[in-house]
């Protein structure tokens, strides 16, 4: 064969794959969308899924309250079964925090932790709360919901009920309800593509996952089509299962969205006056409502914090809040914008979310789980500085990334802060691993009490319970080092004058964060290694007065 002709076979089959390919562009330009009928039945195909995986753990940790309950009923003052009962929660049920048991006049006799600094005042004291007034003829399972540290939490209320059918009083167990649902919607999530979040048949948002949607009704839920909404949330309260759509304002994508909704209601435990309704949305369409700026800023981030410092030192509070949250402003381009805060976390100013200026953001959670604004204060309180937290880049569609913000108080009242985003670093930890975090700062706390603090720390400083995944810390408050298990050569430095790379005083911090609760928050620890410092999410809990325990999780995306 010539080589014109292997030339002339060459193009021809060329131009074969070229029809072919068209051809199948073109079948695939006329896959027609799926109706809306479609989309509610696969919908609620997923919701009806979701609800029974909800309903199987739901029933599982109901059935070990009430084993709890029926255990402690028969021997209450056997001081070593309670602790034996609480534990065997608090490692098994990570959303399970606290409980306290009543006798039948009311009178806390137990309180689990012993150290728990929210519940501990009760002890010895007359319980007047409502939601835990039962009696013998209660149901099984009561639930209430409240604030405690600071969250929304639910609180399960068991009769102590003996063998004999004496009534002895009432077990309270305090329960993280968005803990508990978290992983499950995570992963339901990542599967379906669908997002879901849980209410009360009272209508309280038990998990939701727009965390800018800050509130606990859904009745309190905003839309540009707020009759329409509220139309929605209404059925869902009233009809055991349905379809719907409505359209919402999403905060996170600064879209309005028209969303299919679908829902259905868990079967409630047959003595239990609590029955959650899983919500599954997904967006139809959507149209966009604030673009980007291109103006740059030519300015670095410090300058750029300053020159906005100044502006509201020469014009004042009024004026400088009208220009911060101008979305066409001078403080608003394309590298950085002006968030501004009151001292006790109000919004002042955001030119990307104004319908939610002058809501209270302090007790908002990112999807790690950290109230970045508390730590937005501390260092505001501190004089000003850095912060590493995460947030929705508008440059980048306004996905989920570690921001490295920098905070600086106008005044006592007020501060401002702006961030540059950092997309290289992993920003979300999944839930599965912070759970897996808890459990762990939980399996060390049970380690110390059972065994004393001194046999504890021995046994993790010889790396009994080490893990490569997740590193142990324990300070004294004085900020010696106790357990280091990954180097416990270091053990009994003092690291309290340590500081990150950005000048933060690591763990002073984290010291006053212990004090203060605790939970999840950003720090840049030091890698010893490569002598630098590297992001992780840590976990912080004070045991005892003087111990703080610190788990920590690298975020940083592997080379």
Partial sequence: MNHRSSCVIAVLILLGLAVLCAGCIDQDQQQPSPSLEETYADQMRATENLTLQISDKLANLQEALIQAADTIANDMENTTLVDQEFNKLYLTYQEVE?????????????????DNSYLGPYLNTRITNPYFNITADSPRLNFGHFQYENRAVAAVVIPLITSDKEYKGALITVVDSSLFYQ????????????????????????????????????????????????????????????????????????????????????????????????????????????????????????????????????????????????PNGKFTTAEYYIAAFAMNGTLLSNPYRTEIVG?????????????????????????????????????????????????????????????????????????????????????????????GRDAAAASLNNKSHYRADIELNIFDKYGNLIVHDSNPEMVGTNL?????????????????????????????MPLETRETTELSLVYVKQIGDDRVLLISVPMNKEE
């Fill in 98 to 114: 606290v409980f306290m048991i009543a006798d039948e006049h009311k009178i806390v006799r137990d309180v689990c932790p012993e």
């Fill in 183 to 326: 992983d499950m919607i995570y992963a339901f999530q990542k599967n379906t593509g669908y997002h879901a979040w849980i209410v009360d048949e009272e209508g309280r948002i038990l998990y939701y996952p727009e965390r800018a949607q800050y509130t606990t009704d859904i009745m309190q839920l905003k839309s540009p089509n707020q009759t329409e909404l509220n139309q929605v949330l209404q059925a869902i309260l009233e009809k055991k299962s349905g379809v719907a759509t409505y359209s919402e304002y999403n905060y996170a994508k600064l879209k309005i969205t028209r969303q299919a909704a679908t829902w259905d209601t868990m079967p409630g435990y047959m003595d239990s006056n609590y029955v959650p309704i899983v919500v599954v949305t997904s967006e139809i369409n959507s149209s966009q409502q604030i673009t980007h700026p291109e103006e740059s800023a030519n300015q670095n981030l410090e300058e750029f914090i300053n020159a906005a410092y100044l502006f509201a030192k020469e014009n004042g509070r009024e004026a400088a809040l009208a220009e911060f949250n101008n």
């Fill in 359 to 451: 809501e209270n953001r302090l007790n908002s959670e990112d999807v790690n789980g950290v109230h970045t604004l508390r730590m937005f204060a501390d260092r505001a309180l501190q004089g000003g500085g850095y912060v590493t937290n995460v947030y929705e880049n508008p440059a980048d569609d306004m996905q989920t990334e570690v921001k490295i913000s920098y905070v600086l108080p106008v005044n006592d009242e007020w501060y401002i802060t702006a961030g540059e985003f950092h997309p290289e670093i992993d920003a979300v930890v999944p839930p599965t691993v912070r759970i897996d975090m808890i459990q762990y700062a939980r399996s060390v706390e049970v380690l110390i009490q059972e065994n």
């Fill in 496 to 524: 309290m004058g340590a500081t990150d790379i950005y000048g933060a005083s690591i763990i002073r911090e984290v010291i006053m964060f212990a004090g203060n609760g605790g939970g999840f928050r950003y720090t840049n």
